[in-house]
């Protein structure tokens, strides 16, 4: 499809849906793929699904990831881990899910019941799993997550001190992977990259031997040193930039396409939406977009975000309201902005990260705020 195309012609757009998003699987495995070659040869690459592939679909892009090699899943809540469970039940039944929560995301039991491995991050969620595993009767497996330095999830310094002292504290527990996370891994010259793997490679020598696993998305772009035995990369799998400021290393996986409502012709001087934010400065085109805030466009996209239609990149003028945005259309033939035409949001020439930063935000957050209006089409399945 070329990206001057408005995409009518070859999605079918329901007549109902104001918009399409489409998700292309092939790009997602791609993505995994080309994560898996960059790693160190003794690393493994897993998929971090939470947040429903932020945003994606995790039953479709689950299985996607699966067929690509994926073994090892990463969510952040119990009731995720289950669904993925379900959803890689005939692709992948042994695929290993871990549950970034810990115990505190919910019931032992459930955990047992569906083969989810809590990521322990404090020596109270070691104790409780330990309690599982006697109810249980026999060992369990988990995760350790050591903190160093995000002081958000995962084992503190001064617990960490009391586990190393006392390993029986981990009896009962088969420990699968010990685990830290990066604060500033998209900032390759930041120091607290190689001030956290310093102290991840401390904490780890402290501990019973167990494979290793630091990197996020852009902790895979750090180099080898961070590969350790599991990367576990979220957003670079989406299409989004791991490496900011750089080009793109993945390829894209998200178009989202809004039908345009409604196109007028007006004289300056006149408004446009709510507030009267914006003033057309002469006699303009406008076109009027089934997608508002409502649907993730942020409203902070508010005369702020562009869009491609009919081969051209036009500006949203005045503010994102909440089902409908409107674009100045006129540097476009009016025949390629007429009612039905779709606009690319999000598409070839208007990457995630490009409209995130025009929100004044990042790629994860656009994602994981797209809505549940749009007609959904999965390429490549
Ligand atoms: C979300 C998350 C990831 C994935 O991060 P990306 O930046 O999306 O690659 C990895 N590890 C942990 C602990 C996370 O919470």
């Known amino acids: 499809m070329s990206a001057g195309d408005t995409g009518a012609a070859d999605t079918s757009l329901p007549a109902r849906a104001g918009a399409v998003l489409t998700i292309d699987l092939a790009a997602v495995q791609a993505n995994y793929r080309r994560l898996q070659e960059r790693l160190a040869p003794q690393a493994r690459c897993a998929a971090v699904v939470k ?58 039991a459930d955990f047992r019941a569906h ?40 084992m503190p310094q001064a617990e960490l001190d009391v586990l190393a002292e006392d390993p029986r504290r981990l009896d009962g527990i088969g420990l699968r992977l010990t685990m830290s996370h ?33 990197a996020n998305s852009s902790g895979i772009f750090l180099g080898p040193a961070y590969h350790y035995d599991l990367a576990r990369p979220g957003v670079a799998l989406y299409g989004g930039n791991p490496t900011p400021n750089q080009r793109n290393p993945m390829q894209q996986v998200v178009r989202l396409q809004g039908k345009i409502l409604q196109a007028r012709e007006i004289d300056a001087p006149q408004t446009v939406g709510y507030g009267a934010t914006h003033r057309a400065a002469g006699p303009c085109r406008l076109a009027t977009v089934a997608v508002g805030y409502a649907d993730g466009y942020l409203r902070s996209l508010s005369n702020r975000g562009r869009a491609w239609v009919g081969g051209q990149s036009v500006p949203v003028v005045g503010r994102v309201s909440m089902d409908l945005i409107t674009l100045d259309v006129s540097a476009v033939p009016p025949e390629a902005s007429r009612p039905g035409a779709l606009v690319d949001l999000i598409g070839p020439e208007v990457p995630v990260d490009d409209l995130a930063e025009a929100a004044g935000t990042i790629g994860y957050e656009i994602l994981t705020a797209l809505g549940g209006r749009y007609h959904r089409v999965y390429r490549n399945g």
Do not use: K
């Not at 090892?72 to 039940?89: H, K, M, N, P, S």
């Not at 991050?121 to 995760?143: K, P, T």
């Not at 604060?183 to 494979?211: F, T, V, W």
């Open 115 to 154: 083969r989810l491995i809590p990521v322990l991050n404090s020596l109270g969620e070691i104790e409780s799993w330990q309690s599982e595993a006697a109810r249980a009767g026999h060992r369990l497996a988990a995760a350790l997550h050591v903190d160093t330095g995000m002081n958000r999830l995962g």
């Open 51 to 108: 947040a429903d592939a932020y945003g994606l679909g995790a039953a479709r892009v689950g299985p996607a990831l699966a067929r690509a090699g994926a073994e090892t899943f990463f969510v952040a809540q119990l009731d995720e881990g289950i669904a993925v469970r379900e959803a890689l039940r005939c692709v992948a039944p042994e695929a290993e899910i871990l549950v970034l929560n810990g115990t505190g995301a919910g019931p032992g």
């Open 182 to 214: 990066l604060a500033c891994a998209e900032l390759s010259r930041h120091p607290m990259n190689a001030e956290q793997r310093a102290a991840y490679d401390a904490a780890r020598g402290r501990l019973p031997a167990a494979p290793g696993s630091l």
